[in-house]
């Protein structure tokens, strides 16, 4: 019999504690924190316009990250929390920036900013992953279709009319926290 | 609770990993295995005793911390380096060597989660200089890239491990690599110093010849150039430059390795030519105009007016270029290495090897 030393992390386990939701968009502030990538600031641009002209939402503001593999800089998170009421990030399309979105997500909801996070369908293990690394496993994002990089301008904004619904419902309705079990690293 | 010997002293020492049992050996290689704690290859069974042995010749204590990733909000302690530095199939003595490459790509100016988790896969390339890399046998030579040297290939797989295993960077998770490439099983080489007309990598950053550095940086495959008619330097870089215009992410401006090797070296030296004058030559002649770079859909369409005048230039700045000898005497080539995207994403990060 011999034993092995275990070469892997333990990640803490635990769920998400979302930031109390507003009734409504109406009048509010929305941040939108695009991740540098091409097309992510127009789709977001786009998300922005409906809310405003479909939602009430008083106005948005766009926020550009450094690069799109580092998570929001204390600078936009420190100005989003002074003056939006809500955030919205993305679009992750690639695998460090869709970590790097929902890592936004989850920073913002820790400073009481009821959040929605998206990234592309094919990137759902790695944002999943990021829950994980961060004892959030149970963090709720959006997906849509990939990609989003090469798309003209009439299928960005059919994706943008899409996803919507989705947004408004996780920005004014905290999903409800699952119990988790510890979950060793990966 | 364990005691080892450190220096003459008794110090307690108590590991905090997990313990697994199996019934032996070979088994443990197996299990290994199932546990998802391998690249692939076979590993070596990582057992307190072997662990311990690490610890020592690392001179650290298991529950230090040798990096902390905040956007993961990692903390990687000196246990689970030496355990991974096990698996890998290090010599005890390489511990130095991987303890001051992880202290590197978790340096906040490497910033790990971009390299380690982009779908366009760099792997970390090691530079050893300074005496250890003479030391401890890291080939500077013919095959540097390949096979046959226990340091190079074992050295950077524990960083792989560390990076699999500790941070989570598993294929089809937070390493989404669409390609990737061979150097990510490892990729560590060392500078041919002792041949060379010219002071080190490790002097030029700053270090003294005497102390033994370590230098990662996130970075593409090698890719070899051949030159063999010409007798000149600026022949052998007329290719050189041709070759590499168009290479790496190209617009994003990056760092680049050149690996002069032998019979190339051999004219350089010949010609008189300094590193300064390598990398201006380099600057001046891999230079794109905008044009081109939007034609091939590398910056966005359409033309501009201007465009067809518009430099960009291949890096930010000839300093960007590091120029080594290493490689082989024999055969006309050379290599270059990418850095990974642009630099400013991931900088290159040195720090010096303690022993």
Redesign the interface.
């Known amino acids: 019999?011999?034993?092995?030393?275990?070469?892997?992390?333990?990640?803490r386990s635990g769920h998400m504690s979302y930031a109390p939701r507003p009734a409504s968009l109406k009048g509010k502030r929305v941040a939108l924190v695009e991740n540098t990538k091409?097309n992510s600031d127009r789709i977001l641009e786009m998300i922005g316009e409906i809310l405003v002209e479909e939602y009430g939402v008083s106005e948005t503001k766009l926020y550009h990250k450094r690069?799109?593999?580092?998570?929001a800089h204390e600078a936009i998170i420190n100005d989003v929390r002074e003056i939006c009421d809500f955030m919205i990030a993305g679009v992750g399309d690639?695998?460090?920036c869709s970590?790097?979105s929902v890592?936004d997500g989850i920073l913002l909801e820790k400073e009481r900013i009821p959040s929605a996070s998206i990234i592309t369908h094919v990137?759902i293990?790695?944002g999943r992953?990021?829950a994980?690394?961060?004892?959030v496993p149970d963090y709720k994002f959006l997906v849509m279709q990939h990609p989003i990089a090469n798309l003209p301008e009439d299928e960005l904004r059919a994706k943008a009319r899409a996803i919507v619904p989705e947004i408004v419902d996780l920005l004014l309705k905290a999903p409800a926290s699952q119990t988790t079990r510890a979950e060793a690293?990966? | 609770m364990l005691v080892r010997p450190t220096n003459g002293c008794r110090v307690a020492v108590e590991?905090l990993?997990?313990?697994?049992?199996?019934?032996?050996?070979g088994e443990?290689i197996d299990?290994?295995f199932r546990q998802?704690?391998s690249d692939g290859l076979p590993v070596i069974?990582?057992?307190?005793e072997r662990?311990l042995e690490m610890l020592g010749a690392g001179r650290v204590d298991p529950d230090k911390e040798i990096g902390f990733i905040a956007?993961?909000?990692?903390s990687?302690t000196a246990?689970?380096v030496a355990?991974?530095a096990v698996?890998a199939g290090c010599k005890p003595e390489y511990m130095p060597v991987v303890l001051a490459a992880i202290e590197g790509i978790t340096d906040p100016a490497w910033?790990y989660?971009?390299?380690?988790?982009?779908?366009s896969g760099p792997a970390v390339l090691i530079i050893v200089n300074g005496p250890i890399a003479r030391d401890l046998d890291i080939n500077s030579g013919e095959n540097l890239f390949g096979p046959g040297w226990r340091a190079n290939l074992t050295i950077g797989r524990a960083v792989r491990?560390v990076m699999r295993?500790?941070?989570?960077s598993?294929p089809?998770?937070?390493?989404?690599?669409t390609h990737g490439h061979p150097g990510k099983l490892s990729y560590v080489i060392a500078e041919n110093e002792l041949e060379s007309p010219w002071t080190p990598m490790h002097v030029d950053l700053g270090f003294q010849a005497e102390q033994s550095t370590v230098t990662v940086l996130a970075a593409d495959g090698p890719r070899q150039i051949f030159n063999q008619l010409s007798a000149t330097t600026e022949g052998i870089l007329t290719t050189m430059a041709d070759d590499m215009r168009i290479s790496g992410g190209v617009i994003g401006q990056t760092y680049y390795i050149v690996l002069l090797a032998g019979e190339h070296m051999e004219t350089v030296v010949r010609d008189g030519w300094s590193k300064t004058d390598v990398k201006r030559y380099l600057f001046e002649n891999t230079m794109n105009n905008y044009a081109h770079l939007r034609r091939t859909q590398r910056f966005?369409m359409p033309l501009k007016p201007g465009d067809e005048t518009r430099i960009r230039p291949l890096v930010s700045h000839e300093d960007m270029f590091f120029i080594l000898p290493a490689g082989g005497k024999a055969g006309a080539f050379s290599s270059y290495i990418p850095g990974w995207a642009?630099a400013?994403?991931s900088r290159m990060v040195t720090k010096e090897i303690k022993r």
């Not at chain 2, 990993?17 to 050996?25: E, I």
């Open positions: 019999m011999i034993e092995l030393l275990d070469p892997t992390r333990e990640i091409y690069y799109s593999s580092v998570p690639c695998g460090s970590s790097g890592l990137f293990n790695t992953a990021m994980k690394q961060w004892a690293a990966e | 590991l990993s997990y313990k697994h049992r199996v019934a032996d050996v443990a299990y290994c998802g704690w069974p990582p057992t307190e662990v956007e993961r909000e990692i990687i246990e689970k355990i991974n698996l910033a989660h971009g390299p380690s988790t982009t779908t491990l295993n500790v941070c989570g598993l089809m998770v937070l390493d989404r690599a966005p642009k400013s994403w």
